[in-house]
């Protein structure tokens, strides 16, 4: 088909060499050019490879050879750029030009929606109060840069039906790139090894070419001049790139125009993402506020900082032999602390956040409608280069198989030789999520070890005095643990990317949608694993599983094991959160922004060896870093995992929506600006979704339900206050007084095994601690109390009763709410309408003309005979 396509076209134009014009004085030419040397043909792709003597092989050259002849025999027109004009002296150029012929045939192959008529539906307004949100507002010109359009697919035969007004601007450079693209990935380059190879990747991987990229319009930094054409990269720098523009919306038509689809996707669902965390943010907020001024009514904490009460209560050791007798109030800050996450809004955010999830992946299938609608998409099918047949495979490969649909012979691999590859496979990522659970249990050994170190150093430096008020043996083991837990995360982290690659690609995956998602799924399981161990840990299994003075449960049989603080353990686990999420939002900004820009400026450094010469347009390019085929898919990955600590434990941190929507205004900004100044530009793809991300997120919906259920009813001290409050408390104008006495068992020093008391001996004779038993003069001492089971009782009713509520809100608004809106359904009809009348309505021409034709030459060659008779006549 590929060689069909290339006879279509003129063969003369086909087969011409385009080196042509050698007197161009190049000196004469703009820096900025995005065009050939005779400043006509544009500009569409480059490739550039470099001229090594001591690596170049005749292999290299014969296959650039045949390649770009192949190029010229489907009609694309090819100039290269000799290395002594290049600034290093060492690199070639080869800049390729589509001509009209080349775009009208393939654009008709990709089925490329283009415009027929000037749409006369209006554009919806979104907000009914535009006037005051209009610093947030773009210029028109900015937001729609062109008018909205009814669009057909793209035919050569025809042409008059679409509306061209300049053959060179009709297709956007995005549809010229992604055309030229198409034709490099098919086009063959030589056959080795009784294989037909094929495509610009496979050299891309065999270093015969070193790079293969679209051009960027200009300079990002100043407005192109004549006779470039318009510079929509300095437009999107200067309206969506600059910092200072953070609060302004996006210009996603333009993003969409120049960058394409799929990267347009990613850039509408972190807006909307964005959007949508402004209202959890506030609600968060409001709760972190109200736990602020509440936080001197909590009777709790009152009464663990009341010397007469906190003051009196002696607790028993935390850890063996070092660790000495301690009285609760010396934990007064910490359950201060604890009491702005842990009150009566907790619940109330949990259930909101629930509820807030499905709002959210409800309205994003309908923005998702909308634009596939207003971009074109509506009839999209899969992109056909994510289908394309990877190199790798290809060469692997040793059978051939047909291809049932195509009716093709197709590179083959057999099901039990990828088995052994894909058990590998499964076992590394196996051995890497246990190396995970295995530094998880080292760091809690670590806080095992150093909290009796940190509390017998405390108790014996005089100096720390006044510091052990708000320093904590329990708050420096919780901090200095939660940060050595993040490096190890972001250590495993960067080696598991390596390998998660390379194992990928050793599965040797049919196509790269296969490779695509088979990286998606074990980069996410590993990610999962990585992050959020360590809040699982605090959250469902710290403190639950302790028992009790005299018979505590020990790891390994040496350390024993963590108790939360008396007010609980969900401080700890805000704690832990807090400086996972904001470390890794940190460290992720600063790496996407300095990393690029360091490298770009040490390539650009290097390599202006003969400054003398000219800096071209395509030598800038080639001097950014590329953002690669998996570029979208660790944003994406970025942003689900912080999905996962927005939604999945929420219920302790309320200030996480906040944190994230402040990270996402940056993020958004320093995304741009990457794409726009740092990062060659990438080649236009189309998407109509997020792809498997949205089933994840729809995943992680659903299980954020259960973890803050289970945090509510476990993590915090919301349900044992509640039992106590309604069942237990004989104060009746003060119901909650006489709770943390209540909460704490007692037991008698004198039960203590020698080998874990104290070494300092001291004259208390019980000590206290966080947990419902009988106390030491009862016939069952220290069996669980009735009080336990009732606690527990309510804890499993509380997860069962917030669950279906949740979930039946969650089924209510997603019943409710339509997955495409009923505005776009008749506009999709609309159009639709209007298409099918425009296009009747054009060959209802064309026919009529046809036949007009058609009678007049008859009515011509009737007269010709009729004259003809009467001339014989007349001669007889």
């Known amino acids: 088909m590929f060689f069909f396509l290339s006879f279509l076209l003129n063969p003369e134009r086909a087969n011409r060499d385009a080196d042509f014009d050698f007197e161009f004085k190049k000196d004469e030419q703009s820096k900025d050019s995005t065009f050939f040397r005779d400043g006509v043909r544009q500009i569409d792709f480059v490739l550039s490879y470099v001229d090594d003597v001591k690596k170049e092989t005749d292999l290299k050259v014969e296959r650039r050879k045949e390649f770009e002849q192949n190029l010229r025999k489907t009609g694309l027109e090819l100039e290269i750029e000799d290395k002594m004009n290049s600034e290093d002296g060492r690199t070639y150029f080869v800049k390729i030009h589509a001509p009209w012929e080349v775009l009208v045939t393939y654009a008709e192959v990709l089925g490329i929606k283009m415009p027929i008529k000037e749409s006369d539906i209006p554009r919806p307004e979104t907000f009914s109060f535009n006037c ?39 297709f956007p450079s995005s549809s010229r790139n992604r055309i030229v693209y198409y034709i490099l990935s098919r086009c063959p380059f030589g056959i080795e090894d009784g294989k037909k190879k094929i495509g610009i990747e496979r050299l891309l991987t065999s270093y015969t070419y070193s790079a293969a990229f679209p051009l960027h319009d200009g300079q990002y930094w100043k407005p192109s001049e004549p006779p470039n054409p318009v510079n929509e990269r300095y437009t999107l720098f200067q309206n969506w790139a600059r910092f200072s523009y953070f609060y302004k919306e996006q210009p996603l038509d333009l993003i969409r125009n120049y960058f394409g689809e799929k990267i347009g996707m990613y850039f509408v669902f972190l807006g909307f993402y964005t959007e949508m965390l402004f209202f959890a943010a506030i609600v968060g907020l409001a709760c972190f506020i109200y736990g602020l001024f509440s936080m001197h009514n909590s009777t709790s904490s009152t009464e663990i900082c009341d010397p007469e009460i906190g003051g009196q209560i002696i607790m028993c050791p935390l850890c063996d032999v070092v660790c000495d007798y301690w009285r609760l109030n010396s934990t007064c800050l910490s359950s201060k602390v604890s009491y702005l996450f842990d009150n009566e809004s907790t619940v109330f955010f949990a259930i909101f956040m629930g509820i807030w999830v499905t709002l959210f992946l409800e309205f994003w299938k309908q923005r998702q409608a909308r634009l596939e609608y207003e971009w074109d998409l509506v009839d999209f099918e899969e992109e056909q280069q994510q289908l394309q047949l990877r190199p790798e495979f290809e060469a692997m490969c040793k059978h051939r198989k047909m291809n049932p649909v195509t009716k093709e012979m197709e590179p083959h691999l057999p099901l039990h030789k990828r088995l052994p590859w894909y058990f590998l496979s499964g076992a590394t990522v196996a051995l890497w999520m246990s190396l995970v659970l295995a530094c998880m249990v080292a760091v809690i050994v670590y806080r095992l070890s150093v909290f009796a170190t940190f509390a017998s150093f405390m108790e014996s430096e005089a100096s720390l005095k006044h510091v052990k008020s708000f320093l904590t043996p329990q708050i420096t083991t919780s901090l200095s643990g939660s940060c050595l837990n993040f490096i190890v995360i972001l250590i495993l982290n960067f080696f598991y990317e390596k390998i998660s690659a390379w194992i990928t690609k050793m599965e040797i995956p049919r196509t790269y949608q296969e490779y695509e998602s088979s990286l998606t799924l074990k980069m996410f399981l590993f990610q999962f694993v990585n992050f959020y161990s360590s809040c699982f840990y605090v959250a469902f299994f710290k403190g639950k599983f302790v028992g009790y003075p005299g018979k505590y449960t020990y790891m390994f049989h040496v ?22 999420m904001t470390g890794k939002q940190v460290f992720g900004n600063i790496q996407e922004a300095i990393y690029p820009w360091v490298l770009n400026w040490w390539r650009r450094r290097k390599s202006r060896t003969n400054s003398e010469k000219l800096y071209s347009r395509w030598e800038q390019d080639h001097d950014l870093e590329t953002f690669g085929s998996l570029g979208l898919f660790y944003e994406y990955l970025e942003t689900v995992i912080q999905f996962g600590f927005v939604t999945l ?101 004198a039960d203590l095994p020698n080998h874990t008391a104290p070494s300092e001996k001291r004259d208390y004779t019980t000590c206290r601690y966080r947990d419902y038993r009988y106390p030491p003069d009862h016939d069952q001492k220290y069996f669980h109390n009735m009080q336990f089971w009732h606690v527990l009782a309510a804890k499993m009713t509380f997860i069962i009763v917030m669950e279906h509520i949740v979930f039946l809100v969650k089924f209510l608004v ?19 309408l ?25 009515a011509k060659e009737f007269l010709i005979q009729e004259n003809k008779v009467q001339l014989a006549k007349s001669t007889v």
């Open 132 to 170: 005051m949100l209009g610093p947030l507002k773009l210029a028109r010109n900015v937001k729609y840069p062109h008018p909205e359009y009814f669009t057909a697919q793209f035919t050569r035969h025809r042409q008059e039906l679409f509306l061209i007004d300049d053959q060179s601007t009709f």
């Open 559 to 580: 350390w024993r094991s963590e108790e939360c603080d008396p007010g609980g353990c969900l401080i700890e686990l805000t704690t832990q959160l807090t400086i996972i």
């Open 649 to 749: 434990f929420v219920a302790s941190f309320p200030l996480a929506p906040l944190l994230a929507l402040l990270n996402n205004i940056i993020e958004i900004r320093v995304d741009a600006w990457k794409l726009t100044t740092q990062y060659r530009r990438p080649v236009a793809a189309k998407a109509h979704s997020i792809g498997v991300w949205q089933d994840i997120l729809y995943g992680m919906a659903v299980l954020s339900v259960a973890t803050n259920a289970f945090i509510v009813a476990f993590t915090s001290d919301m349900i044992p206050r509640l039992v106590y409050y309604y069942a237990y408390s004989t104060n009746a104008s003060e119901p909650l007084r006489g709770y943390v006495n209540n909460s704490l068992s007692i037991f008698l020093i």
């Open 814 to 832: 997603a019943w409710m709410i339509p997955d495409v809106p009923k505005d776009v359904l008749d506009r999709i009809k609309r159009e639709k």
């Open 834 to 858: 209007m298409i099918v009348k425009i296009l009747h309505d054009f060959e209802l021409k064309k026919l009529k003309e046809n036949l007009i034709f058609d009678s007049q030459e008859f």
